[in-house]
């Protein structure tokens, strides 16, 4: 990982530098945050995210690469940080601001593509390559005679404006390595290989700390976790729990242990302690409360907030209304056409598996409330799971037929 990063820092700025300066162009007539649609904030783009990636790179230094990569620098945000990564490439300032607590690991895509592409063309091309991945997971499931599967994992990623994912680098890397997880992990499931995707988790959780940016990091692990209960649903019992665990516990330990590992690198390269670099971010993004003055306040605010921001709730009253009659008819047909017979083990496994994000909100509460507008992409999961159970649970046979319905 760390062996990628020294690599890109190597490429010589000449090679990225027209590419930046499109880049710039582009940026500088950019506000730092866009709302897309509805004037939701669910639609919102993160320009300032994007130009401190993009700031970072053009900053990386070929001559001290592997210091470079550690540090990670970037022009501040003074007064806006669009605008310094414009002063930056037009050679008016330099990056002198570390951002050493995360990897970057991002920069393994964006600096090659920079060589190439300007910030524009990068943002068509990962959304042409998520789409792909999108429309292959679909029809892998409808050739497998899945329709319940695709039907609930498009409805997902509808509910938490998949769209809009492409329109930020931030955003992309989570969703990109959650399509390609879920693909591996089918194929693994498909070929009586269920057993030995735990390792997939593992990869996945050390992939999540090094491209993300704390963004929806648990979909890399619910999402393809998801589908490896269901399409295994025949076989659900007491052991799906404890494979639900071990994969979850295996995802949580090498995305924290990665992470972690960066810092380690960080103090051996630097040859000094950056605990003080990261230590009070940590706290912050855990349950410091600037709103409320009061921290309990936060922690349940923060879950609701992401939750308001699903496609429905955040499009206005009418979208709300709509949210809410779908609600009320999921309960109507939990209580009037619940099946005598459903595979309650089957039940259990799939609202563990939704309850991450949730839990992932409560604990980052902070963060989950001050960056709502993205980190709600991660109750796909939620969604995805929510339509399985009602699935699972509605007799369909007796409702076809109350409704006359041949």
Known sequence: MIGALDLVAKIPREWIKQSNIKSAEYMRVRPEFATRLFDALATRSDYY??????????????????????LSKYATDDPFITQRYVEQVFGEIEAEQEYLRYWHGYLVVVGPLLTMLSIDQIYIFLAITMCALMIWILVSLYRHKEVVAMIAFTVSMLAVWFFIVPTALEYTWMFLLML?????????????????TPVVFFIFG????????????TITLTMPLLLAVWLNRKKVNSNTIKYCIKCA??????????????????????????WPYVSGHIEERLASDFWFG???????????????NLLLFSTGPLGGIVAIFILVTIIVLLKEYRRKKYNKMLLKVLIMIASVPIIRFLVLSNHSFWH?????????????????IVVEMVDWKKLRKDLKVS
């Open 249 to 274: 516990l295996l995802w949580f330990v090498a995305f924290v242990c990665t992470w972690v590992a960066k810092w380690i690198l960080a103090s051996v390269v630097l040859g000094e302690n950056v």
């Open 180 to 196: 390609i997880a879920c693909l591996i992990v089918m194929k693994m499931v498909w070929q009586g290989k269920i057993d030995k």
């Open 206 to 217: 050390m992939l999540a700390a090094y491209f993300d940016f704390l963004t929806t990091e």
């Open 294 to 308: 009061n921290p309990i306040i936060l922690i349940l605010m923060a879950p609701l907030r992401n939750l308001s």
């Open 372 to 388: 709502h507008f993205f980190t709600y992409r991660a109750l796909c999961a939620l969604v995805f799971a929510g339509i399985l």
């Open 49 to 70: 995210a994007d130009s401190v990636s993009l700031s970072i790179n053009y900053g990386l230094d070929p001559n001290d690469s592997l210091k470079s990569a550690i």
